[in-house]
């Protein structure tokens, strides 16, 4: 099994910042990759970026040169790095750990871009 929890949504302004946190416990030697996902109202969950063990990284083109995926090996956590945010970056943002047999999620955190 695995735990996953992520930190640090919030209400920022248009071309503000914001860093993600998702903290990994329990079988962590059984992760393959982690991955951010967001889901906006109305809208079907989509995939923002991922990293392997690794620690290739790969994002939706969307947010390419705005968002970095990057890791603490140390402290099992991934962070996504958000920058020069957008309103239509508005949803709610899930961190998923994958395992061979199947995905781990989180309770997920709000991020609100607006003025």
């Known amino acids: 099994q695995v735990q996953v929890v992520e930190s640090g949504g919030g209400l920022v302004q248009p071309g503000g910042s914001l860093r993600l946190s998702c903290a990994a416990s329990?079988?962590?030697?059984?992760?393959?990759?982690m991955h951010w996902y967001s889901q906006a109202p109305g809208k079907e969950r989509e995939l923002v970026a991922e990293?392997?063990?690794?620690?290739?990284?790969g994002y939706r083109a969307s947010v390419k040169g705005r968002f970095t995926i990057s890791r603490d090996i140390a402290k099992n956590t991934v962070f996504l790095q958000m920058n020069s945010l957008k309103p239509e970056d508005t949803a709610v943002y899930y961190c998923?750990?994958?395992?061979?047999?199947?995905?781990?999620w989180g309770q997920g955190t709000q991020v609100t871009v607006s003025s």
């Open positions: 998923s750990a994958r395992t061979v047999e199947r995905a781990y």
């Open positions: 329990g079988s962590i030697v059984s992760i393959n990759s």
């Open positions: 990293i392997t063990t690794g620690g290739s990284t």
